[in-house]
């Protein structure tokens, strides 16, 4: 299952998340083609002709790369629904990082045979993604070496218990290859302690905190699945033995952890040279992140400028008579925060959220914004279990290998909350901000996108898909839709999603300062509580979250940013020729490309439409 985050208070997800920054996408059925710029492709297709036609070629190679692909990375293709190499745990040593710089290096060898200018759009952005991908690797391990200084990058609990959890085999098959996985627990964590290296305090007491945390994984959840089948005495007492062998190399690992004689721990902070490579990586966007973050600053600017008017315009309605304080942002919080007292009552979050899906779909059909496949509803439900507490909406989509799943709105209940807690969640998602998280967990945004991405099936995207551009659809479709007139362009909408939109813009400057500048905690919650008007606690868990990731933060506003941009210059340079729904299908069609490639590619049929 892949999960598209929203309100996430866990770190435990971001650094999974971190090591594998691909979010992947589904193959569902394929839904109506779309070609809207079909003169263009006939055009294309006859020069493609007059070289080689290499796709045949490609598609073959892309085949084998994603064979050779999981046998360097088991657990990866465990997660992503390929179980082959379930009972496969990879030790961290010297070795394997050689294995892995070797398969780098063989297939960025391959790449260079095929001729770029023959291959289809599908293979075009294909190939640019696995590139990327194979030149980060060789750039993490040869000069991030986050496996020196990041301890909390060594956590075996959360494919274990994946492998619990997950009904993708009978748990007979799942529970045995649990057992061979366990195996090399041990030799796991020796390596892990000979590769640390003057890590940052921040990792070692995450990997402390989340490593003794998955630790009921072998000691409890195992042992409650070992007595729901029925294997022989002989068999499960070996298997609780090695469970025990793995319990306690988790904890030497964590004492080591605590004793460790670090004296010259390494700054949490990444440095303004790795970040700018770490951004190139894992965004891949048109932009450097100096422009992003200059553009950052500037917009941050503009909503203040917006959201003052707005708020200043509403003070009457909501304050009377009262006096307006003088200082702006000032102003602005205490208007946001009566706003904010509009909201469902805790037992009606979920209904809230479900009523709501038919409303976006009507609005976005009257409008002509873009096709909604109806064969593929979306399914709301209580967040399971097993992600409580996790995220406050997400949205999980089966991964590339298991196409029949549904894909699912997990929504958290907050029944057995405290009227206070409730009370300020339910404040946060208030009823317009409720109204924006649907827009962008679900329709147009992560959902909508989802079933677009199924018209270019590629495995290749649904591993590798670009954070950036999924996120910045997201982040995109809700001003989109406010634009548009959804909300009935009400003063009170607009004022809240500018505080929403403040906060994926926020991120990027504090993930930037923080990193490359010295931002100190001071300043940075003072950006977030005064400038983006968050609540303490939630600005806590961001500095929190932003001492133990780097980049990931950007990738809202770096995506939103692009195709904002995008689209304005799509806009002049079409004229009234531009149609809205036309550049949302189109834009989708290329699945979870980087944006740049996906501007590039349509930029070029336009133009081949134009001769
Ligand atoms: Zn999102
Ligand atoms: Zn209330």
Redesign the pocket.
């Known amino acids: 299952m892949n999960i ?3 309100i996430v208070n866990s770190i435990f997800i971001f650094s999974a998340l971190n090591k594998n920054p691909q979010m992947k996408k589904i193959i569902l059925a394929s839904i109506v083609s779309i070609s809207l710029f079909s003169c263009a492709n006939k055009q294309q297709k006859e020069t493609a002709k007059s070289l080689t036609d290499m796709n045949p070629k490609f598609d073959r190679y892309k085949e084998q790369f994603i064979e050779d692909l999981w046998k360097v990375y088991p657990g990866w293709a465990s997660s992503q629904g390929y179980h082959k190499y379930d009972s496969v745990l990879i030790v961290p040593t010297d070795d394997s990082r050689a294995k892995e710089l070797a398969f780098s290096k063989s297939n960025l060898d391959s790449l260079k045979t095929y001729d770029l200018n023959s291959l289809s759009d599908n293979n075009k952005t294909d190939y640019y993604m696995i590139e990327n991908q194979l030149k980060s690797i060789d750039w993490a391990i040869n000069e991030q070496k986050s496996f020196e200084w990041n301890p909390s990058e060594y956590n075996v609990s959360g494919a274990f218990a994946e492998m619990l959890n997950g009904n993708y085999d009978s748990l007979d098959i799942r529970l045995r290859n649990f057992y061979l996985k366990m195996a090399n627990i041990p030799a796991y964590y020796e390596a892990a302690k000979k590769n640390i290296k003057n890590p940052t305090l921040e990792h070692t007491q995450l990997a402390i905190e989340q490593n003794l945390g998955g630790i009921s994984v072998f000691e409890k959840d195992f042992h409650e699945a070992l007595n729901k089948v029925h294997f022989g005495e002989h068999e499960k007492q070996a298997m609780e033995a090695t469970a025990k062998e793995s319990v306690k190399a988790i904890k030497e690992f964590a004492d080591w952890l605590k004793k460790l004689n670090n004296l010259t721990p390494r700054s949490f902070r990444l440095g303004k040279e790795l970040y700018a490579k770490k951004f190139e990586f894992d965004i891949q966007s048109g932009y450097s992140i100096d422009q992003i973050y200059e553009k950052a600053i500037t917009h941050k600017k503009e909503l203040h400028e917006k959201m003052f008017f707005l708020a200043d315009k509403l003070w009457t309605k909501y304050f009377g008579n009262t006096q307006k304080p003088t200082d702006k942002l000032l102003l602005i919080r205490q208007v946001i925060d009566k706003i904010s007292e509009k909201h469902v009552k805790p037992e009606e979050f979920q209904t809230a959220i479900e009523q709501q899906m038919p409303v976006l779909i009507d609005f976005i059909k009257k409008k002509d914004l873009i096709y909604i496949d109806p064969s593929k509803p979306l399914v709301v439900r209580k967040e399971p279990d097993y992600m409580a507490g996790v995220a406050g909406a997400s ?1 999980s989509a089966p991964g590339p290998y298991d196409k029949n799943g549904n894909t699912y709105y997990n929504v958290g209940s907050l029944s057995g909350w405290d009227k206070e807690k409730a009370e300020s969640y339910l404040r946060e998602y208030n009823h317009y901000i409720l109204q924006i998280l649907n827009i ?2 679900a329709i147009p ?2 959902y909508t996108q989802l079933v677009y991405s199924n018209q270019s099936p590629s495995l290749i995207k649904s591993l590798f898909g670009n954070n950036a551009m ?2 910045g659809w ?2 995109y479709t809700e001003r989109m839709m406010l634009e548009n007139g959804y909300g009935n362009d009400e003063d009170e909408m607009w004022l809240m999603y500018y505080k929403w939109n403040l906060r994926s813009t926020c991120n990027t400057i504090l993930d930037y300062s923080v990193h490359t500048k010295d931002m100190s905690k001071q300043d940075a919650m003072n950006l977030l509580m005064n400038e983006a008007f968050q609540q303490k606690t939630e600005a806590e868990g961001k500095w929190r979250r932003v001492s133990v990731t780097q980049v990931q933060l950007c990738c ?1 506003f770096t995506g939103y940013t692009e195709i904002y941009d995008f689209r304005e210059e799509l806009k002049k340079q079409m004229g009234d020729k531009f149609q809205l729904k036309t550049f949302h299908e189109k834009f989708l069609s290329y699945g979870s490309a980087p944006v740049k490639y996906i501007k590039e590619l349509m930029l070029n049929e336009i133009g081949a439409d134009k001769k």
């Open positions: 598209y985050f929203t949205i962008h967990e945004g992560h999924i996120e997201a982040v809202y």
